[in-house]
């Protein structure tokens, strides 16, 4: 039994009782004049005071008609909750929607009204979900180029420049300190050995973070691959690039094209964002897909952050996936703690 609800009703009842009994005794007293205030009070039933009777009448209908209205509306009332928080989830196709309302018609709603009202949301859902994956899919146009084309051709340019000039220069900034490290003739200070180790360090880390700038910049196409052959690709190619344990899960399956170019955008994006700005040690990505949704999940040991700071180190990267999601009709949930790592869940209605 649902005591929320019960609770509630039972209130309501009590007071309408009350207000019912009020209501007849200032008619009888004030109106018919069939009795007076003193002779009232001073009524008994079996030797108890007749205001106690009435009282405890009030209370004995509140409880049975509560109780019965509960009972009966418990079902109706939770699978209409149940209906709703799948729908704020959106789970447009889970299967409780395909029981056509059998519950919702009891005695209150016999022709399922209710039922019919809240399938046609659902329906309604749906559909503005898929006009919004197909609007944010579409390209748009600026001239003769699309917008996408533009930003790619600039991301390209600029990620070409980075590539030749910084990427360069810090590789032979690593190749020199080795060579200095390497050279035993050479009597070097332990101070400035030491040094030498933290421009090391320093400098791995800006080449570990140069190549998720890449990444994010000039990021790899699905072309004729499917979603999970391009992330496999990826991943794979970022083992050997990167010192991050690396493990995945990926469900293998084929969506709308539109749907897996902006998935694998996100993968690269959050990637790109954890190689950047957590520092972890490992890297776990997980993609799950059943008849209404695409879950993907990015995990990572890293830094974390404090979730109530909004100025917060890579939240820059965090909002652009978000807004992504948001675009495609999507959820998506980000857990952290400063020190324990972060959790990127994210959800996405699909149709096959």
């Known amino acids: 039994m649902n005591l929320h609800l019960w609770r509630r009703l039972f209130l309501y009842q009590l007071l309408v009782n009350l207000a019912i009994t009020t209501i007849m005794m200032v008619l009888q007293v004030y109106v018919f004049q069939t009795l007076s205030l003193a002779s009232l009070w001073e009524l008994t039933w079996f030797q108890i005071p007749f205001y106690l009777v009435l009282v405890g009448a009030n209370f004995s209908i509140a409880l049975v008609v509560s109780g019965f209205l509960t009972f009966f509306l418990s079902g109706p009332y939770e699978e209409l909750r149940a209906k709703i928080n799948w729908l704020l989830l959106g789970k447009y196709q889970h299967p409780i929607f395909k029981d056509s309302g059998k519950g919702l018609h009891a005695w209150y709603d016999y022709s ?52 030749d000039s910084v990427s360069q220069q810090l590789f032979a900034a690593t190749m020199m300190l080795s060579a200095i490290k390497d050279q035993e003739q050479v009597e070097i200070a332990e101070p400035i050995r030491q040094q030498i180790i933290r ?15 890449l ?111 948001t675009n495609l009709g999507g959820e998506c949930k980000i857990l952290s703690m400063t020190g324990k790592g972060t959790v990127l869940d994210i959800s996405l209605p699909i149709r096959f």
């Open 215 to 325: 990444l994010h910049l000039r990021p790899i196409g699905l072309e004729d691959r499917s979603l999970k052959q391009g992330i496999e690709q990826l991943l794979l190619e970022l083992q050997t690039k990167i010192p991050t344990t690396i493990v995945w899960d990926l469900a293998d399956v084929r969506l709308e094209s539109g749907i897996e170019d902006h998935l694998f955008r996100i993968v690269q994006e959050a990637i790109s964002n954890t190689l950047r700005h957590a520092r972890a040690n490992r890297l776990e990505v997980y993609l799950q897909v059943d008849e209404s949704s695409a879950q993907l999940k990015i995990v990572d040991d890293g830094l974390g952050f404090d979730m109530d700071k909004a100025d917060k180190v890579g939240s820059y990267g965090l909002r652009n996936i978000r807004e992504r999601v």
């Open 199 to 213: 421009v090391d360090k320093v400098i791995s880390t800006a080449q570990i973070e140069m190549r998720a700038l």
């Open 112 to 163: 399922g009204v209710v039922s019919s009202d809240l399938n046609r949301i659902r329906d309604k859902l749906v559909q503005l979900s898929r006009d919004l994956q197909d609007f944010a899919a579409s390209p748009t146009f600026v001239g003769e180029e699309t917008k996408e084309e533009i930003i790619e051709t600039e991301r390209h340019r600029i990620a070409r420049e980075l590539h």
